[in-house]
Nanobody
């Protein structure tokens, strides 16, 4: 059983930078592909970014490509989401997720076994 705890959310001005972290415990971290998803108020949860088990392959949603970057540090059992130039429309609760099913970056929520509790990111204009 993997436990995931996100941190780093908060209020940020548009154009500034923010880094989300997600620390994992209770499992073999390097055996999981990882992803970030988000859910804005009144909307469905959507894919943001994903990374393979080794970290050698990533995938980013078109809406964040070029601005957000997912990375992982297997020695620290932590996955990150670097958010550069955030926009007000990036305001959402951000969730990290772990998958024992994916080896490559997976974009479908159904493929993820474990989820964190989420961290709120609010981008002001």
């Amino acid at each position: 059983q993997v436990q995931l705890v996100e941190s780093g959310g908060g209020l940020v001005q548009a154009g500034a930078s923010l880094r989300l972290s997600c620390a994992a415990s209770g499992g073999a971290f390097s055996s999981y592909a990882l992803g970030w998803f988000r859910q804005a108020l009144g909307k469905e949860r959507e894919f943001v970014a994903a990374i393979s088990r080794s970290g050698g392959s990533t995938s980013h949603a078109d809406s964040v490509k070029g601005r957000f970057t997912i990375s992982r540090d297997n020695s620290r059992s932590t996955v990150y989401l670097q958010m550069n130039s955030p926009k007000p429309e990036d305001t959402a609760v951000y969730y990290c997720a772990a998958s024992s099913r994916y080896a490559v970056p997976g974009i479908r929520q159904e493929g993820y076994n474990y989820w964190g509790q989420g961290t709120q990111v609010t981008v002001s204009s």
